[in-house]
């Protein structure tokens, strides 16, 4: 599987985390309303699951997938390269570096930075399809009245501030999503070598469930501070600056103001990184199985005078 080409392992990623989403948006919906709250509203109060049901009863079920359109929108960019990227990324440091493989300390160091850069990459990209998604989930239509669409958002944004609008909040974003890239990948790369190499489990679904479980877990403890301000200056809550938001949040809310929605938040990574993980690891088998000049490779049957060796050595030049 690691021998896939770049392009399909970019369709693979990007394929898995548009199904991830799909599963997992309501959460996020409440996730970004929880954020965005004051600490009066009924909705911090309600918590996750109360503020599902608050949403369905006043908005209605399908309001659970506020921003699904930008949101897969942003998957097929963002997930396409930062998770398609990361093994290229990988390989391209350990040549420039000389890693040494043996060296669990250089073999961290090289995951840890082709995280970064790649989920760094991703975002610069994929900004304008975030900024979109997290207004259109934390807009309420009981206050706006109307359904939300997607292209009017962007028309929307572009008209008030303009091109320059679509990258709003880009810095914390890129260090949010640098963040839990790496949190992601890492954890996941490395679990899944521990739970292996230790024979606790084998390469298979229930190694990439547990792995998908934890790598989400350590994302959320370490990414959540990051998010709810990435969150509120997105959304344009308390000024558009994030070291100005960072404080007004830490005055009024104290330290557990950057763990608000850390619930949602968790349900959310972890449940999104079972899906995406396993889901990823099963497109990339099937990738490979569906390789035709890989399949002739293994192919040592002849027939007759000419054997299908000498077949598939034509179809391979």
């Known amino acids: 599987m690691s021998d896939l080409s770049l392009s399909k392992k970019m369709l693979c990623a990007g394929s898995a985390a548009c ?6 948006f309501p959460f996020d919906v409440a996730k970004v309303r929880l954020q965005v709250a004051q600490n009066s509203g009924n909705t911090v109060r309600s918590g996750l699951f109360g503020t599902l049901v608050n949403i ?12 699904i359109i930008p949101g897969l929108q942003r998957q097929c960019v963002f997930a396409s390269i930062r998770i398609g990227m990361y093994d290229s990324t990988k390989d391209f440091y350990s040549d420039l570096f000389g890693s040494n493989q043996k060296n669990s300390a250089s073999v961290m160091s090289i995951r840890i930075l082709s995280g970064i850069t790649s989920g760094a990459v991703a975002i610069s990209f994929a900004q304008p399809t975030d ?17 939300l ?33 790496a949190t992601e990948l890492v954890a996941y790369d490395t679990f899944k070598d521990l739970l292996i190499k230790n024979k606790l489990l084998n390469d298979g679904l229930t190694c990439h469930f547990s792995a998908g479980f934890l790598a989400g877990f350590m994302a959320t403890i370490v990414a959540s501070p990051i998010d709810v301000v990435k969150t509120r200056v997105m959304n344009g809550a308390e000024g558009t600056s994030f070291i100005n938001c960072a404080r007004e949040l830490a005055l009024k809310d104290g330290f557990f103001g950057f763990y608000k929605g850390f619930t949602p938040s968790f349900m959310r990574l972890g449940t999104w990184n ?38 598939r050595k034509d179809l391979l030049k």
């Open 131 to 147: 900024v979109v998604k997290v207004r259109m989930q934390a807009a309420s239509r009981s206050l706006t009245g109307a359904k």
């Open 56 to 67: 369905a009863k006043v908005e209605g079920i399908k309001c659970w997938w506020n921003g």
């Open 149 to 181: 669409s997607s292209v009017d958002m962007y028309k929307s944004i572009f008209r008030e501030k303009g091109l320059r609008g679509l990258w709003v909040g880009l810095l914390p974003n890129m260090a949010r999503n640098s963040i839990v890239n």
């Open 274 to 311: 079972i899906v995406m993980f396993v889901t990823f690891e099963q497109f990339k088998l099937l990738s490979s199985k569906m390789d035709t000049p890989a399949l002739l490779e293994r192919l040592p049957i002849h027939l007759g005078s000419l054997s299908l060796m000498d077949k």
């Open 19 to 24: 199904i991830a989403d799909l599963t997992t």
